[in-house]
C-alpha cells in the first residue's frame, strides 16, 4: 500500500448499540461481518460520544471538537460559518471527502448571507453540507405532519422509490417504514404495535441496501491515485421500528437481552432523571408488549445493516479495495429501548453515550493489532484526527480536539492519553425544560466519566447523578446524594472545571505560531522598557541611531 492509495471507508449508523453486536457480547444477535471487521483490526470498548443527540453528536464527529466548543447543540442548530470541518482538513492533505447517507447538519444561512456566500458556490454547497461533497445525502427523516414534513430538503431515497414504481407523495413513509394491515391499511411504523410486521417494500429497496448500492457506484467511480475518505451514513436501525421481509420475523420475545433497570432507580430519582422515565417515549418503554416487538423489530435492522455490510466487504475484497481502504465502524449514540425506564437516548447511560468503535487500518503497522480489543477511554472526536494522521497530515491541535487512534492501531499506548471522557446534552427545547420550568441557558448537562466512576451535571442548581461503574457496571444505583462519596463527586467536578478551561476557540494560532512571535516585536521596532541601548544586540538600535534630520523650510 501507497500512502498516496490510503482511502477511508467511514461507516456510521444511527442509533446503533455498542452492546447489540455478537462482537461485544450480545447472546442471541449474530453479526458476522462486524465481527469479522472487529478481527480486521480493533475494537475500542470505551468510546462515548459527545452528545447523546444525532445533530449535535455528528457534528463533533465531524469537526473533532466538543458541542461546547462548535455550538451545535441540538438537532436544527447551524453549525456556524467558519467552523473547520473534516473535509478542510482532509482536503489540505490531498484526500477528497465525499458524504452517502446523512449528516443531520443545518446550514447556517444567516451567517452565509452576511459573509455574501452563494448556496450554489464550491464553498456555499460544502458549508451546507457540513464540509463533505455531497455524493448523495439523505437524512432520512420524512416523516410528515398537519405543519408538513419535518425535512423540507429533496429525498433522493423517495424519488428513487417512485423511480422504482412505489407510488404517492412520500413513498419512505407508505413503503419502507409502514406495514399493511389485513384490511389493506397502512400500518404505520411511528406505532410501535405495528413493530412485527414485514415492511411494504422489497427488501432490496429498502433504505440500508439502497445506501449500499450507492456506496458501492461511488468507489466503483474512483480511478487513478486520488485518496478518497467515504462517509457511508446509515439511518438505521434509527426509528421508525419496522423491517422488510425476510428479516421482519427473525427474532422474537425469546430473543431479547434481559431488561436493565431495577425499581430502585425510581426512588427519589434526579428530576432530569425522573422527566425522560416519564415522558410519552419512557413510559411506551415501560410496557411489555412494546419491547416485545420492538426490540426484536431493532435487532432485525442490526442483521439487516450487518448483511449489507457483509455485501460491502464482498466487493471491498473482489476488487482489491481492502489492502488499501481503512474501515471505520460507529454510531451517533445508541437507544435506551426501556433500559433504565426510559426510551430513545436523552442521558448518558452507556446503552445511549458509548457506541460502537471498530477500525480496520489495512497499513503493516497494523498487523500486531489485529482483532484486540482497546479498552482506554476514547470520544468520538478522535476519528477526525486519525484520519488526519492516517492522510498523512499534523493534527492541528488548537483546533481539533481530538487525539489520534493510530498509536493504538500500532500497538502503542501514548504516556499521556486522557483519564476522563466529555459528553454534553442540551434539554432546552424539550417538554422537559418546560416541566421543570427551566430557562434555554440553564437546560445543560454535562457526562464526566472515568473508568470507575461516571458523574452527570445538571446545570440549574440541580444535584449531580453519580455512579460506581465497578461495582454498578449497570449503573442502577445513583448516588449523587451521597455524603460519602463526596471526595469523588468533588474530583468530577474539578475535571469537569479542568475541561471548560481548556483552550478551543484560538483556532487561528497554533502553539507553534504562539512561540514563534516572542520576541519577534523587537525585530519590527518596538523597544519597551530600555534606558540607555545596552539592554539590547545593538543591530535592534539601527533605524533608531545616526545623525538626526533637519526639517526642510
Given at each position: ?167 404517492g407523495q412520500n413513498p419512505w413513509h407508505h ?299 449497570k449503573e442502577q444505583n445513583d448516588l449523587g ?45 518596538v523597544l519597551l522598557g530600555l534606558y540607555d ?21
Amino acid at each position: 500500500m501507497t500512502d498516496a492509495k490510503k482511502n477511508i471507508l467511514f461507516i456510521m449508523y444511527d442509533q446503533l448499540r455498542f452492546d447489540y453486536l455478537s462482537c461485544a457480547g450480545h447472546k442471541t444477535l449474530h453479526t458476522p461481518n462486524f465481527d469479522r471487521v472487529a478481527q480486521m483490526g480493533v475494537r475500542f470498548t470505551r468510546c462515548y460520544v459527545q452528545s447523546p443527540v444525532c445533530g449535535a453528536s455528528r457534528m463533533s464527529f465531524y469537526t473533532g471538537r466538543y458541542c461546547h466548543s462548535h455550538g451545535a447543540q441540538w438537532n436544527g442548530h447551524p453549525l456556524r460559518v467558519g467552523e473547520h470541518t473534516l473535509g478542510d482538513h482532509l482536503r489540505k492533505l490531498g484526500m477528497g471527502c465525499h458524504l452517502i447517507g446523512k449528516t443531520h447538519m443545518r446550514a447556517d444561512k444567516d451567517g452565509m448571507e452576511r459573509l455574501g456566500m452563494s448556496e450554489s458556490s464550491e464553498i456555499g454547497l460544502r458549508q451546507s453540507e457540513c464540509g463533505f461533497d455531497s455524493y448523495i445525502r439523505d437524512d432520512g427523516l420524512w416523516a410528515q405532519g398537519p405543519d408538513g414534513f419535518y425535512d423540507e430538503r429533496r429525498s433522493p431515497y423517495n424519488e428513487y422509490l417512485k423511480s422504482k414504481g412505489y407510488e404517492g407523495q412520500n413513498p419512505w413513509h407508505h413503503f419502507a417504514n409502514s406495514g399493511v394491515t389485513d384490511d389493506g391499511e397502512i400500518a404505520s411504523g411511528f406505532l410501535m404495535q405495528n413493530a412485527d410486521m414485514p415492511a411494504n417494500i422489497q427488501e432490496e429497496d429498502s433504505e440500508t441496501p439502497w445506501l449500499t448500492s450507492r456506496t458501492i457506484d461511488f468507489i466503483s467511480e474512483q480511478s487513478g491515485d486520488q485518496p478518497w475518505l467515504a462517509h457511508v451514513s446509515y439511518i438505521k436501525p434509527h426509528w421508525p421500528y419496522i423491517v422488510p421481509a425476510p428479516y421482519h420475523d427473525k427474532y422474537g420475545c425469546d430473543d431479547i437481552q434481559p431488561l436493565n433497570r431495577a425499581d430502585g432507580e425510581l426512588n427519589d430519582p434526579h428530576p432530569v432523571y425522573e422527566g425522560f422515565t416519564s415522558n410519552g417515549i419512557g413510559k411506551a418503554f415501560h410496557r411489555q408488549e412494546v419491547r416485545d416487538v420492538v426490540i426484536p423489530a431493532y435487532m432485525s435492522l442490526i442483521k439487516q445493516c450487518d448483511d449489507q455490510l457483509g455485501r460491502l466487504l464482498k466487493f471491498l475484497e473482489d476488487t482489491d479495495r481492502l489492502q488499501d481502504t481503512m474501515i471505520v465502524i460507529t454510531s451517533d449514540h445508541g437507544d435506551y429501548l426501556g433500559d433504565h425506564w426510559m426510551g430513545e437516548k436523552d442521558l448518558f447511560h452507556d446503552c445511549s453515550a458509548k457506541v460502537p468503535l471498530i477500525i480496520y487500518d489495512p497499513s503493516p503497522d497494523a498487523d500486531a493489532t489485529r482483532g484486540t480489543t482497546c479498552d482506554e477511554l476514547v470520544e468520538a472526536i478522535d476519528c477526525t484526527a486519525t484520519f488526519i494522521e492516517y492522510a498523512g497530515g499534523t493534527v492541528p491541535d488548537h483546533i481539533v480536539e481530538g487525539r489520534s487512534l493510530l498509536p493504538f492501531l500500532h500497538g502503542e499506548k501514548p504516556d499521556d492519553w486522557r483519564d476522563f471522557a466529555i459528553s454534553e446534552y442540551d434539554y432546552g427545547a424539550t417538554a422537559l425544560a418546560t416541566k421543570l420550568g427551566m430557562e434555554p441557558r440553564d437546560c445543560r448537562l454535562f457526562m464526566v466519566a472515568d473508568k470507575n466512576w461516571k458523574m452527570m451535571h445538571a446545570e440549574g442548581g440541580l444535584r449531580p447523578m453519580l455512579f460506581d461503574l465497578k461495582n454498578d457496571p449497570k449503573e442502577q444505583n445513583d448516588l449523587g446524594a451521597s455524603d460519602a462519596h463526596q471526595d469523588v463527586v468533588d474530583l468530577m467536578y474539578q475535571r469537569l472545571g479542568q475541561w471548560a478551561r481548556r483552550m478551543s476557540q484560538r483556532v487561528t494560532k497554533s502553539e507553534d505560531d504562539i512561540r514563534n512571535m516572542r520576541g519577534r516585536s523587537n525585530r519590527r521596532g518596538v523597544l519597551l522598557g530600555l534606558y540607555d541601548g545596552t539592554e539590547v544586540d545593538a543591530e535592534l538600535l539601527v533605524k533608531y541611531q545616526g545623525k538626526a534630520p533637519r526639517a526642510s523650510d
